[in-house]
Protein backbone atom coordinates (compact mmCIF):
# COMPACT_ATOMS: atom_id res chain seq x y z
CA UNK A 1 0.00 0.00 0.00
CA UNK A 2 0.78 3.90 -0.76
CA UNK A 3 1.70 5.87 2.42
CA UNK A 4 0.09 8.91 3.40
CA UNK A 5 1.08 11.84 0.80
CA UNK A 6 1.38 15.26 1.28
CA UNK A 7 1.86 18.02 -1.09
CA UNK A 8 3.84 20.07 -1.79
CA UNK A 9 6.74 19.46 0.26
CA UNK A 10 8.33 23.25 0.57
CA UNK A 11 6.03 26.27 0.89
CA UNK A 12 7.39 29.86 1.02
CA UNK A 13 4.72 32.22 1.72
CA UNK A 14 4.52 36.17 2.47
CA UNK A 15 2.48 37.67 5.91
CA UNK A 16 -1.29 37.92 4.95
CA UNK A 17 -1.25 35.03 2.54
CA UNK A 18 -3.18 32.11 2.54
CA UNK A 19 -2.13 28.75 1.67
CA UNK A 20 -3.80 25.42 0.97
CA UNK A 21 -2.25 22.14 2.42
CA UNK A 22 -2.52 18.73 0.87
CA UNK A 23 -2.89 15.03 2.28
CA UNK A 24 -3.60 11.75 0.67
CA UNK A 25 -4.35 8.99 3.35
CA UNK A 26 -3.26 5.35 3.37
CA UNK A 27 -6.35 3.76 0.96
CA UNK A 28 -8.68 2.39 2.85
CA UNK A 29 -8.55 4.78 5.60
CA UNK A 30 -10.96 7.29 6.56
CA UNK A 31 -9.27 9.75 9.48
CA UNK A 32 -7.42 11.97 8.59
CA UNK A 33 -5.74 14.19 11.38
CA UNK A 34 -3.48 17.37 11.14
CA UNK A 35 -0.60 18.11 13.14
CA UNK A 36 1.88 21.41 13.55
CA UNK A 37 5.54 20.68 14.61
CA UNK A 38 7.52 22.87 15.59
CA UNK A 39 10.97 22.92 17.92
CA UNK A 40 9.51 24.90 20.81
CA UNK A 41 6.17 23.22 21.30
CA UNK A 42 6.43 19.74 19.59
CA UNK A 43 3.34 18.42 17.74
CA UNK A 44 0.25 20.00 18.34
CA UNK A 45 -2.57 18.23 16.98
CA UNK A 46 -4.60 20.54 15.02
CA UNK A 47 -7.99 18.66 13.85
CA UNK A 48 -8.89 15.38 12.61
CA UNK A 49 -11.87 14.17 10.22
CA UNK A 50 -13.26 11.08 10.43
CA UNK A 51 -16.09 10.25 6.85
CA UNK A 52 -15.94 14.00 5.82
CA UNK A 53 -16.67 15.79 9.39
CA UNK A 54 -14.50 16.97 11.74
CA UNK A 55 -14.34 14.53 14.42
CA UNK A 56 -12.34 16.44 17.00
CA UNK A 57 -10.29 20.25 17.16
CA UNK A 58 -7.28 21.24 18.87
CA UNK A 59 -6.82 25.18 20.58
CA UNK A 60 -5.34 26.67 17.47
CA UNK A 61 -7.42 29.79 16.20
CA UNK A 62 -9.83 30.13 13.14
CA UNK A 63 -7.87 30.51 11.16
CA UNK A 64 -6.63 27.31 10.41
CA UNK A 65 -9.54 25.43 8.68
CA UNK A 66 -9.39 22.14 7.10
CA UNK A 67 -12.25 19.71 5.28
CA UNK A 68 -12.36 16.24 3.63
CA UNK A 69 -13.54 14.73 0.72
CA UNK A 70 -15.60 11.87 -0.10
CA UNK A 71 -12.67 9.92 -1.25
CA UNK A 72 -10.76 10.59 2.45
CA UNK A 73 -8.48 13.58 1.01
CA UNK A 74 -7.97 15.91 3.32
CA UNK A 75 -6.96 19.68 3.05
CA UNK A 76 -6.22 22.02 5.32
CA UNK A 77 -6.13 25.96 4.74
CA UNK A 78 -4.17 28.66 7.03
CA UNK A 79 -5.53 32.13 5.88
CA UNK A 80 -3.70 35.83 6.58
CA UNK A 81 -0.49 33.90 7.48
CA UNK A 82 2.17 34.92 10.36
CA UNK A 83 5.21 34.24 10.85
CA UNK A 84 4.63 31.90 13.84
CA UNK A 85 2.87 30.10 11.47
CA UNK A 86 6.12 28.75 10.09
CA UNK A 87 6.28 25.22 10.83
CA UNK A 88 5.99 21.49 9.83
CA UNK A 89 2.86 20.61 8.78
CA UNK A 90 2.18 16.96 9.58
CA UNK A 91 -1.12 14.92 8.47
CA UNK A 92 -1.67 11.43 9.27
CA UNK A 93 -4.09 8.90 8.51
CA UNK A 94 -5.65 5.46 10.66
CA UNK A 95 -8.59 3.31 10.05
CA UNK A 96 -10.57 4.91 12.20
CA UNK A 97 -10.80 3.86 16.00
CA UNK A 98 -9.34 5.86 18.14
CA UNK A 99 -6.40 4.05 19.94
CA UNK A 100 -4.95 2.83 16.41
CA UNK A 101 -1.95 4.53 15.69
CA UNK A 102 -1.48 6.99 13.15
CA UNK A 103 0.60 6.43 9.76
CA UNK A 104 2.51 10.24 9.05
CA UNK A 105 3.16 11.53 5.89
CA UNK A 106 6.62 13.56 5.45
CA UNK A 107 4.89 16.94 6.36
CA UNK A 108 4.68 20.14 4.31
CA UNK A 109 7.32 22.38 6.04
CA UNK A 110 6.16 26.17 5.38
CA UNK A 111 8.04 29.12 5.61
CA UNK A 112 6.47 32.47 6.32
CA UNK A 113 8.49 35.71 5.59
CA UNK B 1 -4.69 18.81 30.53
CA UNK B 2 -3.15 16.12 29.81
CA UNK B 3 0.71 16.14 29.24
CA UNK B 4 3.30 14.18 28.38
CA UNK B 5 6.55 15.16 29.44
CA UNK B 6 10.04 13.73 27.74
CA UNK B 7 13.47 13.31 29.45
CA UNK B 8 16.16 13.85 28.69
CA UNK B 9 15.48 16.90 25.85
CA UNK B 10 18.72 15.59 24.02
CA UNK B 11 20.74 12.76 24.51
CA UNK B 12 24.27 12.70 22.54
CA UNK B 13 26.35 9.31 22.84
CA UNK B 14 28.96 7.20 21.18
CA UNK B 15 27.83 3.67 19.49
CA UNK B 16 27.54 0.75 21.67
CA UNK B 17 26.30 2.61 25.09
CA UNK B 18 23.08 2.26 26.88
CA UNK B 19 20.99 4.73 27.31
CA UNK B 20 17.15 5.00 28.28
CA UNK B 21 14.55 7.52 27.80
CA UNK B 22 11.55 8.69 29.91
CA UNK B 23 8.17 9.52 29.05
CA UNK B 24 6.35 10.81 32.48
CA UNK B 25 2.33 12.64 32.95
CA UNK B 26 0.18 12.97 36.27
CA UNK B 27 -2.26 11.72 34.08
CA UNK B 28 -3.53 8.01 33.24
CA UNK B 29 -3.89 6.77 29.41
CA UNK B 30 -5.41 3.62 28.44
CA UNK B 31 -2.40 3.01 26.56
CA UNK B 32 1.06 4.60 25.32
CA UNK B 33 2.58 4.91 21.99
CA UNK B 34 6.21 5.32 21.19
CA UNK B 35 7.61 6.63 17.59
CA UNK B 36 10.93 7.79 16.03
CA UNK B 37 10.91 10.17 13.68
CA UNK B 38 14.07 11.13 11.42
CA UNK B 39 15.21 14.03 9.70
CA UNK B 40 13.23 15.15 6.69
CA UNK B 41 10.16 11.96 7.39
CA UNK B 42 7.06 12.32 9.51
CA UNK B 43 6.94 10.05 12.80
CA UNK B 44 7.09 6.29 12.52
CA UNK B 45 4.83 3.86 15.76
CA UNK B 46 7.53 1.68 17.12
CA UNK B 47 5.37 0.01 19.52
CA UNK B 48 2.36 0.31 21.15
CA UNK B 49 2.08 -0.64 25.36
CA UNK B 50 -1.30 -1.50 26.60
CA UNK B 51 -0.84 -2.95 29.93
CA UNK B 52 0.44 -1.73 33.10
CA UNK B 53 3.68 -3.29 33.91
CA UNK B 54 4.01 -4.26 30.29
CA UNK B 55 7.40 -4.91 28.84
CA UNK B 56 8.02 -4.96 24.94
CA UNK B 57 10.92 -5.66 23.32
CA UNK B 58 11.76 -4.90 19.32
CA UNK B 59 15.39 -6.14 18.69
CA UNK B 60 17.57 -3.58 21.21
CA UNK B 61 14.55 -2.02 22.38
CA UNK B 62 13.09 -2.30 25.29
CA UNK B 63 9.77 -0.69 26.42
CA UNK B 64 7.81 -0.57 29.53
CA UNK B 65 4.72 1.03 30.89
CA UNK B 66 4.46 1.64 34.20
CA UNK B 67 1.77 -0.23 36.85
CA UNK B 68 -0.52 2.89 36.87
CA UNK B 69 -0.24 4.03 33.29
CA UNK B 70 0.95 7.62 33.83
CA UNK B 71 4.62 6.49 32.58
CA UNK B 72 6.71 4.55 30.40
CA UNK B 73 10.51 4.16 29.22
CA UNK B 74 12.62 2.93 26.76
CA UNK B 75 16.30 1.02 26.56
CA UNK B 76 18.08 0.90 23.83
CA UNK B 77 20.79 -1.40 24.22
CA UNK B 78 24.05 -0.89 22.24
CA UNK B 79 23.27 1.75 20.36
CA UNK B 80 23.95 2.56 16.70
CA UNK B 81 24.36 5.54 14.83
CA UNK B 82 20.94 4.30 12.96
CA UNK B 83 19.29 4.49 16.29
CA UNK B 84 19.51 8.89 15.37
CA UNK B 85 16.17 10.52 15.74
CA UNK B 86 13.63 12.10 17.87
CA UNK B 87 11.30 9.65 20.08
CA UNK B 88 7.98 10.52 20.75
CA UNK B 89 5.54 9.16 22.90
CA UNK B 90 2.06 9.91 22.50
CA UNK B 91 -1.04 9.03 24.34
CA UNK B 92 -4.96 9.14 23.41
CA UNK B 93 -6.35 12.14 24.90
CA UNK B 94 -9.60 12.51 26.82
CA UNK B 95 -11.39 14.06 23.19
CA UNK B 96 -9.84 11.12 21.26
CA UNK B 97 -7.11 12.40 19.70
CA UNK B 98 -3.17 11.43 20.41
CA UNK B 99 -1.55 13.93 22.20
CA UNK B 100 2.48 13.87 22.19
CA UNK B 101 5.23 14.45 24.41
CA UNK B 102 7.79 16.92 22.69
CA UNK B 103 10.78 14.53 22.43
CA UNK B 104 13.72 13.20 22.95
CA UNK B 105 16.31 13.81 20.37
CA UNK B 106 19.04 11.21 20.33
CA UNK B 107 22.30 11.07 18.45
CA UNK B 108 24.57 8.40 18.26
CA UNK B 109 27.89 8.81 16.72
CA UNK B 110 30.22 6.53 15.38
Known amino acids: KAGVTQTPRYLIKTRGQQVTLSCSPISGHRSVSWYQQTPGQGLQFLFEYFSETQRNKGNFPGRFSGRQFSNSRSEMNVSTLELGDSALYLC????????????FGNGTRLTVT | TQLLEQSPQFLSIQEGENLTVYCNSSSVFSSLQWYRQEPGEGPVLLVT?????EVKKLKRLTFQFGDARKDSSLHITAAQPGDTGLYLC??????????FGKGTKLSVKP
Open chain 2, 90 to 99: AGVGSQGNLI
Open chain 1, 92 to 103: ASREGARNSPLH
Open chain 2, 49 to 53: VVTGG
